[in-house]
């Protein structure tokens, strides 16, 4: 089973603020996705990538930056943090020939004061 | 606009009774529907599938039934025990890699 790997667990920061939100996943999988989850809302998706230095939007994209350095690691930018981005976000991954099949972190919950 | 629902937010159901979480969707070309489980502090994780050529799909306790003609489904959890409580997620895909997901249903199992 995948092993993906956020950090950190949880981060408070402020309007304006600028944050980093880690993903590694051990499992060589291809695809990376990162995802929001708010209630009333379940799960959507911010940006996803098909490899070291791909990059694709995904269905909430506004404030936010990715950028996938390896095979491994998947990076999700908030460069301007807003209240409106406080939220429970989740990295997931999944390989190629089944591509439909997420193996998700553990979650990180960041605070925007 | 949410091409996945799920109709109930939350449900209650007693140990040992058959929890029914109902989904709904609009685009044609989903065909492949998982469900994802999730508990408190945990991220979701994948409980069971179907694919729109099939109307059943029967997994231990838990069973989809699919209605591609009315675009619905639901997962039945027999038996539901309280470790089963936790958050169900309906979700579609395409035959893509791409999975949209409904808002949830937070099943509660009192013993």
């Known amino acids: 089973e995948a092993a993906v790997t956020q950090s950190p667990r949880n981060k408070v920061t402020v309007t304006g603020g600028n944050v980093t939100l880690s993903c590694r996943q051990t499992n060589s999988h291809n695809y990376m996705y990162w995802y929001r989850q708010d209630t009333g809302h379940g799960l959507r998706l911010i940006h996803y990538?098909?490899?070291?230095?791909?990059?694709q939007i995904g269905d909430v994209p506004d404030g936010y930056k990715a950028t996938r350095t390896t095979q491994e690691d998947f990076f999700l930018l908030l460069e301007l943090a807003s209240p409106s981005q406080t939220s429970l976000y989740f990295c997931?991954?999944?390989?190629?020939?089944?591509?439909?099949?997420?193996?998700f972190g553990s979650g990180t919950r960041l605070t925007v004061l | 606009q949410q091409q996945v629902r799920q109709s109930s937010q939350s449900l209650t159901v007693w140990e040992g009774e058959t929890a029914i979480l109902n989904c709904s969707y609009e685009n044609s070309a989903f065909d492949y529907f998982p469900w994802y489980q999730q508990f408190p502090g945990e991220g979701p994780a994948l409980l069971i599938a179907?694919?729109?050529?099939?109307d059943k799909k029967e997994d231990g306790r838990f069973t989809i039934f699919f209605n591609k003609r009315e675009k619905n489904l639901s997962l039945h959890i027999k038996d539901s025990q309280p470790g089963d409580s936790a958050t169900y997620f309906c979700?579609?895909?395409?035959?893509?890699?791409?999975?949209?997901f409904g808002t949830g249903t937070r099943l509660q199992v009192l013993p």
């Open positions: 179907i694919r729109s050529v099939s």
């Open positions: 990538s098909y490899g070291a230095g791909n990059l």
């Open positions: 997931a991954s999944s390989d190629w020939s089944s591509a439909e099949t997420l193996y």
């Open positions: 979700a579609a895909s395409p035959n893509t890699n791409k999975v949209v």
